[in-house]
């Protein structure tokens, strides 16, 4: 057996129009679905991540039905050359960046918060490679 990544993650949210602000307007990503009341998926590069209305899929009858609570945490990658911009672009957005780790040599991430309190982190290309 093989598995060479993970294709998907989900959050679970509150108010779908502003996960679809947050993800799409302020950090970029491509909509690939929507379904009013539901859910709202985006494309990150080669994974999705899906946005579920927090309780929406918990009687499902369709699929398994799954549901979550709580703040989680996805860390997004960017190109190492990107990472001092997107840091700079996040602050101009208004968001608080919550905290900066040195991992190790010159590998830093930093955290802040989605609309629904998420813990997003942006890390920069080749950290765990």
């Known amino acids: 057996m093989n598995i060479t990544q993970i294709k ?16 799409k307007e302020k950090l970029g990503f491509k909509m690939i679905a929507k379904e009013e009341g539901r859910h709202v998926f985006f494309k990150v590069g080669s994974s999705v991540l899906l946005c579920f209305l927090s309780g929406a899929t918990q009687q499902d009858d369709k699929l398994p039905p799954h549901h ?24 101009c957005w208004g968001i608080t960046i919550e905290h900066e ?18 813990a997003l982190e942006i890390v920069p290309q080749g950290m765990w490679d």
């Open 8 to 23: 998907e993650t989900s959050l679970y949210v509150q108010n779908l129009e502003r996960t679809e602000t947050f993800y």
């Open 68 to 91: 979550g609570e709580g703040n989680l945490h996805i860390a997004f990658e960017v190109p190492q050359s990107e990472y001092k911009a997107m840091k700079e672009q996040v602050q």
């Open 101 to 118: 780790q040195h991992w190790f040599e010159d590998y830093y991430s930093f955290y802040f918060r989605d609309p629904d309190g998420h």
